[in-house]
């Protein structure tokens, strides 16, 4: 197969009209957070329990098109002794991997953060790819204070998407590019607004100069939100708001935007997904999503690292996905969550 018919056959497979995608992609120390939550230690097996339980849960391939795993997951086997990402893709679910290493400070911007990873990005896909990735995910984050962030961070953390994106397409991966303009803090949701449409006009001009194909990427972009100190904003504000930035800085070709959480409650999450789709109208793209919080956390605390909460669990993410699955066609109700189904 040509790359971009592979390309093609990804973003096919991983966008429809009711589905979204799962980022089980933790790295070491937010997995390790994320389990000290509930009391259980990060180790090797619990990491494996855990995510081997979201993954097998039963029906999930109905609301979920693709995981995102952290690369250790990529090697890790369910209780049958089969590889993780062979018991992803039986469920018509496609499996993906986080690609970057992390953040830390941008030198010559005090505030701005910048994503390692790009050294040796070709030949670790190649691994990947053995081990049954077809798409890939890095993540640029960006604080607002009241001088973040700067002309040169936009500009450096856009360059590192579009060189990342345009190594993945070369391997034949779809990459989910994220930049996400982070809620922490007290500005209102205007600031917010202003601060992500300079950040998406700046990653999509990177795009254009690395020669990226928009037609096989997804965009994992925040909503427009007022910042977690600020008064909280309705569904509708948030919708009318967050549609408004993405119709002026996302073309036309780029298939699928599939939004992060980003530390939004999950009915939150789930509310403002529905709202956004209620009033799409003629948007031209699919609005869906790649929670990882807000899919993980109710079935994460009904796990607990107990065995025998495993199907308790795995109901709690199913209603997850479920319920943002009606919200991605804005059929959501909040209501339904309290329904038995
Ligand atoms: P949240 O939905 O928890 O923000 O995570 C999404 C993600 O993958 C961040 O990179």
Partial sequence: MSIANEL???????????????????????????????????????RRDYRSLLISTPGLGKYISGIIMFEETLGQTDENQVLLPEV?????????????????????????????GLDGLASRLKGYKN????????????????????????????????RYAAVCQEMGFVPIVEP???MDGDHDIDRCATVTEYVLHSVFHALHLH???????????????????CRTAEPQEIAEATLKILKRTVPAAVPSINF??????????TGNLNAINQMKANAPWQLSISYGRALQQPALYAWQGKAENRTK?????????????????????????????
């Fill in 180 to 182: 996400e303009v982070l």
């Fill in 313 to 341: 669990a795995q109901k709690a993410l199913l209603k997850r996905a479920r319920l943002n699955s009606l919200a991605r066609q804005g059929k959501y109700h909040p209501a339904m969550e309290n329904e038995e189904n």
């Fill in 211 to 229: 020669g990226v194909h928009l037609e096989h990427i997804i965009l994992k972009p925040n909503m427009i939100l007022p910042g977690k100190n």
């Fill in 88 to 116: 992803t893709w039986s469920k018509k679910i496609v499996p993906g991997v986080k690609v970057d290493r992390g953040k830390g400070p941008l030198a010559g911007a005090p505030g701005d953060l910048v994503t390692y």
């Fill in 260 to 269: 992060l959480s980003g530390g939004q409650e999950p009915e939150e999450a």
């Fill in 8 to 46: 093609q056959q990804t973003i096919s497979d991983l966008v429809d009209e009711h589905r979204g995608i799962l980022a089980a992609d933790e790295s070491k120390p937010t997995i390790t957070k994320r389990l000290a939550a509930i009391g259980v230690e990060a180790t090797e097996q619990n």
């Fill in 131 to 162: 081990q049954g990735a077809r798409f890939a995910k890095w993540r640029e984050v960006y604080p607002i204070t009241h001088h973040n962030p700067t002309h040169m961070g936009r500009h450096a953390n856009a360059e590192v998407l579009a």
